[in-house]
């Protein structure tokens, strides 16, 4: 048995004021099995009656191991471990993974398959902001919201569904293109959708945008400025919100992404409101570009033919030989990769997803690391919440879209 | 791994090779080139001192990524500590890098530069036992709280490698385990 230690304030003493050490303000415990914490994240509070003195995260709960298990498969096989790390954000991981061993070895990725990769990680962006907007709207109290916006992310599930098989692990985006082409539904599903979630935003923004006690509860919130988000490596709609114009689709346009035109919300308060409406509007945006990448959607193969790395497609096994001989090495040796890294960085829901991949010649991956953005995210909390009350700590927390199994990995 | 003094790489970015040329001459770096990435390798005694100028003086506000590769059973570099650093105002990209040797590997804590550097040193720590000098929260992070002097992120560390309990040996392999030993 484990000596288990007692936590004394010895262990924090560096990290909570003086006042702590007397008994003058309190210490409380928020989580690891808190609702509003999003999974299963611990909040060590320093309270001074209700007002937040000192907040001192702790993570890790729901660590599993995915860096060390990708080292331990095949690339191709590894990739199942990266739908299970940001589980909001399921196709994007894979995009992510699968730009990093294609740029490790070098692979191209046919027209087509770009384009449905960038309908996909659009849709798995709303997906995630819907669920974000549901959980937060929940944090406020806002019962209906929550109710509403997993009304229309089932209706992604179900596309997801339709392409793959799976709602949700779909691992459908392989290194060198996609697992098989889409379904003839897929666009019209698709185009239902988008004809359809135009409104559904709108109904969201008439329940939230100008209702005045969302508006008590969010204006001047968690103000994050500039410097302080950077310093702490924050990205993605938070870096935004705080008036810092970085989208790495604008600014390092990957699969294709300098095709569409499409804006990226930027606003300057910095505050949990603005992270609200830079979301909102995200979802915007998004829908423009699934429309633009539809409508130009290209005819053609869906993965590259080079046999060396991808596997050929199922109807080729039964009547090729070698197509069987590939097939089978592939998935049972797969293949080397040369001694070197890459760093892929793509944008997230939440922000930068970076995956450092080195290979060291042989099929499996020496390094696999996941730069993820809820983790460098998070880490800013303390700062944002010092002197606000625990009440708006459950609003900023909510408004920075923590995903714990991005975090823990 | 291919050496090469600066200038060699046709298609580098001129804007990259004027900070790289600056960084060899300050500091006496070595760097290679992998596709179309620049791997600049620093001495440990020198890292904080460059971060510091990149940050001040070439723009690089941000600190992507921080982590380590291991290259063990290799001990002569054992590790790679990686800081992949991104320059908004000039869209660059930049990885620095630190050899180790095996043993008690200590890097200089970069938190005075970027503070995300403090929760990926404390993750460096916890998954690879490389040690974080004048580091101001050196608490375990993602292991459980207890945790013995393992580093499962280091290549010699056992993946997923559980010893068949019973009655007679239970004590035995309590002994060994450093988890979960209930």
Redesign the interface.
Known sequence: ?????EVSIE?FK??VSERALTGETMLLNMGPQHPSTHGVLRLLLELDGETVVNCIPD??YL?T?I???M??KTYLKAEVMSDRLDYMNNLGNNLAYCMAVE??V?LDVPERAQAIRVILAELERINSHLVWLAAFGLDLAAMSVFLYCFREREIILDIKELISGQRMMTTYIRPGGLWRDVPVEFETAVRAFLKMFPKRVDEYEALMTRNPIFLDRLVGIGILDPATA????V?GPMLRASG?N?DLRK??PYTGYEQYDFNVPVRSEGDTYARYIVRIEEMRESLKIIEQALNKLPLGPVRSDNRKFVPPPRSELGVSMEALIHHFKLWTEGFPAP?????Q?VESPRG?L?V?L?GDGGAKP??C?W?TPS??NL?VLPKIVKGHLVADLVAILAAVDIVLGDI?? | ?LWMAAGAIANMDKKLETIVQALQENFGVTFEE??G?I?VFMRVETIIEALTLLRDKYDF?????M?A???WPQNSPRFHV?Y?LTS?AR?L?L?LRVALEDGEPHIPTAVGV???A??RERELRDMFGIIPDGH??L????????WEDKH??R?D?P??YEEVQFTFNIDEINLRKHFA??
Do not use: C
């Not at chain 1, 950077?230 to 490596?233: I, K, M, N």
């Not at chain 1, 001694?339 to 760093?343: A, M, R």
């Not at chain 2, 506000?61 to 990524?65: F, N, R, T």
């Open positions: 048995m484990a000596q288990l230690e262990k560096h990290l993570i890790g660590h191991g860096e060390k298990n080292e331990a740029k490790l070098e950077l310093q702490h490596g990205t810092v970085w600014v390092r001694d070197g890294s890459v760093y960085a930068e970076g450092l080195a020496r390094r690391h730069r983790f460098d880490s823990d990995r | 791994m992998f596709r990435e791997h506000e941000l600190l992507s990524a982590t590769i291991d290259f990686i992949q908004l869209n990209s990885q970027y503070e995300v403090n929760w101001p929260d608490r375990i992070l993602l292991l459980p709280e207890g499962p992120l290549k560390f993946l997923g030993k209930e």
